[in-house]
């Protein structure tokens, strides 16, 4: 079996897809893309595609060591993410050509469901008591807000109220139980973190997401000393020598590596691995598109130490078009209980909808995140 040709879709409401086909009619579905950049991923896709080109796309880990070692300059969100998205849709060819899901041929499965979690709220979430409401009532066990707005590197202990006022409003509505994922989004500064992590600690949050910015990881020692709440963060680094030093740290509880932006399914998996030698649980990255989503799932089934799995159903990025606009079988992300089943179809376990794909890739997208500044003027953290 040979790779006949590989074709990308930029298709609303931010997402990227890529098709590869073979000589023999098995064809593979991937998801490179990043939030913003989908044109520079969809460029980097295609050149990598002139290596892929007449291979046996069976070779996985051959193809992935290629795409990473030979072009010389490696990592970074753009040629891991378009690394990442050809390496889902090489999977996704494996699985059908063995007729099985992807996670039997990376082991077999180790749980039959894995819990999720949604979103409520935006950027500036107000009313998020009722928006967690209305989530918990659709059966959901958790869920992952925004803490807060831009903050300046030291900031006013009244925007500190008014995370701490939310935070409170999202607890007297769900209840003592329901989980609660607080996303500082690289937002907050080591000064201002460390008193949001104290501050927050009487609603015991099921974590604190990205307490500071990746490159100021070190920073995690001075934060942990000032909460017990589980620290997690990975949604920006690309690869198991990103994460190594974090592992090797001690300061970080959950990791959030991305399937399409790590490398994708055949990196992912052992950037989970090395976790659990260290402890450490992981809860992949997704506020993605339905590929991302069956991807992570695939590993999920195969990995001891995830616990829960992001999804982006209802999203407020989604805006036109959602989670189930591009499968066929809208049933195979149906959500019982706050968990969701691994998909049992062969490959990623999704039937894509192809003429959905083609139509809203004419209209394409230019999703862009906000640039917000702070009232003096300067670049604030988005």
Known sequence: MKITNIETFIVPPRWCFVKIETDEGITGWGEPVIEGKAATVETAVKELSTYLIGRDPLKIEDHWNVMYRAGFYRGGPILMSAIAGLDQALWDIKGKFFDTPVYQLLGGAC????RVYSWIGGDRPSDVGKAATQVVDAGFTAVKMNATEELQYVDSYEKIDRVVDRIASVREAVGKYVGIGIDFHGRVHKPMAKILAKELEPFRPMFIEEPVLPENNEAL???TKHTSIP????ERMYSRWDFKPLFESGYVDIIQPDLSHAGGITEVKKIASMAEAYDIAIAPHCPLGPIALAACL??????????IQEQSLGIHYNK????????VDKSVFDYQNGHVNIPQGPGLGIEINEDKVREMSKNGHDWRNPVWRHKDGTVAEW
């Open 221 to 223: 020692a001075e934060i």
């Open 320 to 327: 036109g078009n959602d989670l189930m606009d591009y499968i």
């Open 111 to 114: 749980r039959d469901t894995i």
């Open 298 to 307: 695939q590993v999920d089934a195969t990995t001891h130490n995830a616990f």
């Open 231 to 234: 620290i997690a963060t990975g």
